[in-house]
């Protein structure tokens, strides 16, 4: 605390982050970041970057990446906004377009960076209870609001909402802006991108952090009707006109372009969730089916997942857990190469039949 700071940073609960610890031999299953590099066309437009790029300001409006996004979605660019991460992408979001005199609703389980973006712009958020096997059930989100936020597929849960649900959630609020957070969708939903065109007041985010190995880079999308885009705009150049580097633009042009890298890596990552599951399942876990990078998994009547947490962390294997209310009894796991999830499970085995 200062006596500087003004009145909103002294309110501030900023979010905290999953670690990032520094350690040779860490598994690190905290942050779902991917377990694979991206595809080496990245890492050959990276390097192929000269001084000249890098003397200039970049492309204020990254108008090349806008192109090939709107192109992969079957868009215009206008329909396309980039910013640096999807967090950056989000934060506008909440200001430029969900702070309103009605509430913002968002399920009770979910990104916890919601409501520290509501406290940071005075927006009231309304958190609406997950059902108890954590599905979403989009009739409680009928009441009067001035938003709807979720992710989808939810995290930390991992359940998918089907495209019928948006659309009846769409339909329901059409006086609002209901924004699909997809930071996971690659990973076995179906993007409600392709209802753009049909719904003015549909956002969709995307990030190039989890299916794209991009996290270093940090970039995020969204996909809006040219009106709402044109709000994200305003926010973005009143804040940072450039917020993806040069190195950011030709990279991500770069990954966009390599679509059977994208597909292998993902189909890689889902093949090991479902044998990451069924080795949790071995050991006795409950394991919410997930549409992510990770699961969230309880391990079950008389064992600590707090306890399990920590204990795993001494050997140098990192998951997230959350001690919040409804939660405080699973871990969520991030879906690493096979080598790193059996390491996971060889580790839970001895922990639990240490027990
Ligand atoms: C649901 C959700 N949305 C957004 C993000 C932010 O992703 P990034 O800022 O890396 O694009 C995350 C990151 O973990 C997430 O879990």
């Given at each position: 605390?200062?006596?500087?700071?003004?009145?909103?940073?002294?309110?501030?609960?900023?979010?905290?982050?999953?670690?990032?610890?520094?350690?040779?031999?860490?598994?690190?299953?905290?942050?779902?970041?991917?377990?694979?590099?991206?595809?080496?066309?990245?890492?050959?437009?990276?390097?192929?970057?000269?001084?000249?790029?890098?003397?200039?300001?970049?492309?204020?409006?990254?108008?090349?990446?806008?192109?090939?996004?709107?192109?992969?979605?079957?868009?215009?660019?206008?329909?396309?906004?980039?910013?640096?991460?999807?967090?950056?992408?989000?934060?506008?979001?909440?200001?430029?377009?969900?702070?309103?005199?009605?509430?913002?609703?968002?399920?009770?389980?979910?990104?916890?960076?919601?409501?520290?973006?509501?406290?940071?712009?005075?927006?009231?958020?309304?958190?609406?209870?997950?059902?108890?096997?954590?599905?979403?059930?989009?009739?409680?989100?009928?009441?009067?609001?001035?938003?709807?936020?979720?992710p989808n597929p939810n995290a930390?849960?991992g359940l998918l909402?089907?495209?019928?649900?948006?659309?009846?959630?769409?339909?329901?609020?059409?006086?609002?802006?209901?924004?699909?957070?997809?930071?996971y969708i690659?990973?076995?939903g179906?993007?409600?991108?392709?209802?753009?065109?049909?719904?003015?007041?549909?956002?969709?985010?995307?990030?190039?952090?989890?299916?794209?190995?991009?996290?270093?880079?940090?970039?995020?999308?969204?996909?809006?009707?040219?009106?709402?885009?044109?709000?994200?705009?305003?926010?973005?150049?009143?804040?940072?006109?450039?917020?993806?580097?040069?190195?950011?633009?030709?990279?991500?042009?770069?990954?966009?372009?390599?679509?059977?890298?994208?597909?292998?890596?993902?189909?890689?990552?889902?093949?090991?969730?479902?044998?990451?599951?069924?080795?949790?399942?071995?050991?006795?876990?409950?394991?919410?089916?997930s549409s992510a990078?990770?699961?969230?998994?309880?391990?079950?009547?008389?064992?600590?997942?707090?306890?399990?947490?920590?204990?795993?962390?001494?050997?140098?294997?990192?998951?997230?857990?959350?001690?919040?209310?409804?939660?405080?009894?699973?871990?969520?796991?991030?879906?690493?190469?096979?080598?790193?999830?059996?390491?996971?499970?060889?580790?839970?085995?001895?922990?639990?039949?240490?027990?």
């Open positions: 605390m200062s006596r500087y700071w003004s009145d909103v940073v002294q309110r501030l609960t900023p979010y905290v982050p999953g670690e990032q610890p520094q350690h040779p031999r860490l598994i690190k299953l905290n942050t779902n970041e991917s377990p694979y590099p991206p595809s080496p066309r990245v890492l050959d437009a990276i390097h192929s970057i000269d001084g000249d790029a890098l003397r200039r300001y970049p492309d204020p409006e990254s108008s090349a990446l806008r192109v090939a996004f709107a192109e992969a979605a079957g868009l215009q660019p206008e329909q396309v906004f980039l910013g640096n991460g999807s967090d950056e992408v989000l934060a506008h979001v909440f200001l430029g377009l969900l702070r309103h005199d009605a509430p913002l609703l968002f399920p009770d389980i979910s990104y916890s960076f919601y409501p520290v973006w509501c406290d940071l712009y005075g927006i009231t958020g309304e958190t609406v209870p997950l059902r108890d096997d954590f599905s979403i059930a989009v009739v409680d989100y009928t009441r009067p609001n001035g938003g709807i936020i979720l930390p849960t909402l089907g495209l019928d649900d948006v659309r009846t959630l769409l339909e329901a609020n059409r006086q609002s802006v209901v924004v699909i957070d997809e930071a690659d990973f076995g179906e993007s409600a991108v392709r209802l753009v065109d049909r719904y003015d007041n549909l956002l969709v985010v995307q990030t190039l952090s989890k299916s794209r190995a991009l996290a270093g880079l940090r970039v995020g999308v969204a996909f809006g009707q040219a009106k709402l885009i044109d709000g994200l705009q305003r926010v973005k150049n009143s804040f940072n006109s450039y917020p993806l580097d040069a190195v950011a633009q030709r990279a991500v042009l770069a990954s966009l372009g390599d679509g059977r890298w994208f597909q292998e890596s993902c189909e890689k990552v889902i093949a090991s969730r479902v044998r990451l599951t069924a080795g949790l399942v071995e050991l006795g876990f409950t394991v919410v089916p990078n990770f699961v969230f998994a309880s391990p079950g009547a008389g064992r600590d997942a707090q306890a399990l947490f920590l204990a795993l962390r001494e050997q140098g294997i990192i998951v997230r857990h959350f001690a919040k209310p409804r939660i405080g009894d699973f871990l969520r796991i991030t879906v690493g190469t096979d080598e790193q999830c059996d390491a996971l499970l060889d580790a839970l085995s001895g922990l639990l039949a240490a027990l």
